[in-house]
């Protein structure tokens, strides 16, 4: 039986009330480089992976970008023109090849439902703490 892997994260004072974070590895498709990030958890962003237009560029995912347009909905009913590119996202021992978005106004790395919906995800905001599991 494999052992079960356990993320940790913290709760991030930058924002008040505090904001749930977990650090992550982020490769484009060729894994020829890497950033580490910290992510806000934000289970109100339906799709997996949202990154900072520098974080994005950094990467150089804008060279894998899919061709689709791709518009997301943000709080308040606005529309926005999201970039789309293939990537992998390191979660300790975990890989998961994921969609990365990318928008202009973006200012904080986001994970969303789509890949926060592979852990049992633990929010102990009383001690300050993150944990994903991955089952």
Do not use: C
């Not at 560029?57 to 023109?81: C, F, Q, T």
């Amino acid at each position: 039986m494999e052992p079960r892997r356990v993320i940790e994260g913290y709760y991030s004072n930058l924002e008040n009330p505090p904001v749930p974070v977990i650090p992550l590895k982020i490769f484009p498709p060729t894994r020829r480089k890497h950033i580490v990030v910290e992510a806000k958890l934000d289970t109100g962003f339906s799709g997996p992976l949202l990154l900072t237009p520098e974080n994005y560029l950094s990467l150089g995912l804008h060279l894998y970008e899919s061709s689709e347009n791709v518009v997301g909905l943000i709080a308040g009913g606005y529309r926005v023109e999201l970039r789309v590119s293939r990537g992998i996202v390191e979660l300790g021992k975990t890989s998961v090849p994921v969609e990365i978005y990318a928008a202009v106004f973006v200012k904080k790395n986001i994970i969303g439902r789509l890949l926060l919906n592979e852990f049992k995800v633990v929010l102990d905001a009383k001690n300050g703490k993150v944990l994903l599991e991955n089952p």
